[in-house]
């Protein structure tokens, strides 16, 4: 995910080594663990009763969780974006605020850093390679930033640079995340979240090849409609593992398009929708980080910008044929065939509570809404999200039944409730039953 608009921030040094990064998370642990005795004393003094769940959530304990993370970038950032993601609100509200906001807040490396890294991979000599290059980042992410230059030919690039010792300290950095969340009791011991860390490994290692991102570029080229696309270009020569290199791609933002005719909103979000269909039923591989900062949209070729191709998933056949059963049997309001198929996905196992089933089938025909309305949906009046939000709140209250969805399917949905925020925050109106019918 990139972002754009930094906060007020001065760049910070990443913790390179593994010695370093471990010691981050000691130091984080103790912190913690002092804030607690310190504000437990504060009640006592008053005469209150200790409670050690809000102690151990209190503001400050938050904020230190926080910016350490932020400070660590890479695999701490991104196990805290993953948890928010993945277990919402089963957690404490001041945990999920915290996470949350992990999605979007990184510091820029210090310039020291930066260059050593760029010698690293050009040599010493590495400023003959451009005209220019700006050494302030203009965007970021949990692993890297991305750098304006241009060529000695003029063409303009953006250039992805990976922190330095994230790729190395992926497994250590999860496994001593989920250890402070855990001993500090940060996160509730209900949420089981082993599974989860297995695959933030799996999915940083890939985010960490810049090679690999390269060539999820280069399929995605092979599969896109450039009538209504543009994909950056990789300058392969200049690239590598940690170091990317693509032709920049020029556009507006897309939360400025707001201000745009109600017929070229509506036309963005068509195109958005259905290329989430053909990542799912066609290509079988889908960009699953909807954030609005990794798309641009160009006004007068009326293309749409993909930048960002990092949290790219082979999607599984099973699971695509899984979802196009669910979509068809919600259509028709087949529970039974709607049950099947969330099985096959992975949804619950044979021993579901029937009152927990309920709700789970409901929050799937809420989600299919905007697939069987006939004519225009309208996203901007819609109370879609807020509905299977509110649903999801009394879906997890029930903590016994909770189920953690398959990792595919989890991702899937983050996509398609990304694009559905897309859709409400543009008042876009689209006629998704259109676009799906080829598909059923």
């Known amino acids: 995910m990139l972002n754009k608009k930094f906060e007020k921030s001065t760049a910070k040094k990443v913790p390179s080594s593994r ?3 471990i010691s981050h998370f000691g130091g984080l642990a103790a912190k913690i663990a002092g804030n607690v005795l310190v504000n437990s004393a504060k009640e006592l003094s008053k005469g209150n009763r200790p409670n050690t769940k809000s102690l151990l959530l209190s503001t ?31 957690m404490p509200p001041e945990l999920s605020a915290l996470l949350a906001k992990l999605r979007s807040n990184a510091s820029p490396m ?28 203009f965007a970021a992410a949990s692993i890297g930033q991305v750098h304006q230059a241009h060529l000695a030919k003029g063409q303009k690039l953006a250039i992805k640079v990976q922190y330095p010792g994230v790729k190395e300290s992926i497994a250590s950095d999860i496994d001593n995340v989920a250890a402070v969340l855990k001993l500090s009791g940060l996160l509730p011991k209900h949420i089981s979240i082993d599974d989860l860390l297995e695959e933030a490994k799996q999915q ?31 300058i392969s020569e200049l690239s590598s593992e940690a170091v990317l290199v693509m032709h920049f791609v020029e556009g507006i933002e897309l939360e400025e398009t707001i201000t745009l005719p109600q017929t070229e909103r509506n036309y963005i979000v068509q195109i958005l929708i259905q290329l989430f269909l053909q990542e799912l039923f066609d290509f079988k591989l ?11 949209y160009q006004p007068t070729t009326q293309k749409v910008g993909l930048l960002d191709f990092g949290a790219t998933r082979v999607i599984p056949p099973n699971i695509s044929q899984g979802y196009k059963a669910l979509i068809k049997a919600g259509l028709s309001g087949n529970k039974e ?45 819609s109370k879609i999200a807020t509905q299977i939000k509110d649903k999801g709140l009394a ?46």
């Open 19 to 21: 010695l370093s990064r």
């Open 337 to 381: 065939q709607m049950v099947d198929a969330a099985r096959t996905i992975g949804f619950f196992n044979e021993e579901i509570n029937e009152d927990y089933l309920a709700d789970v089938l409901q929050i799937f025909e809420l989600a299919c809404q905007p697939l069987k309305f006939e004519g225009e949906y309208d996203f901007g009046s």
């Open 110 to 137: 210090l310039h020291k850093q930066l260059v050593a890294i760029l010698k690293q991979h050009w040599g010493d000599t590495w400023v003959d390679n451009f005209s220019s290059f700006d050494l302030r980042p």
């Open 60 to 90: 400050s304990n938050v904020e230190q969780l926080a910016n350490k993370l932020s400070e660590l970038r890479g695999a701490a950032m991104k196990l805290g974006q993953m948890i928010s993601m993945d277990a919402g609100e089963l």
């Open 395 to 440: 879906l997890n209250r029930k903590k016994s039944e909770w189920h953690t969805p398959p990792i595919d399917a989890l991702f899937i949905h983050r996509k398609l409730a990304g694009l559905y925020l897309i859709a409400a925050k543009l008042n876009a109106r689209v006629d998704v039953k259109k676009l799906l019918e080829p598909y059923l």
């Open 204 to 234: 940083l290692q890939d985010e960490a090849d810049y090679r690999l991102e390269a060539q999820y570029i280069k399929n995605y080229q092979s599969h896109i409609n450039s009538e209504h696309f543009q994909l950056p270009e990789v």
């Open 286 to 296: 889908m960009q699953t980080d909807p954030n609005l900062a990794n798309f641009i």
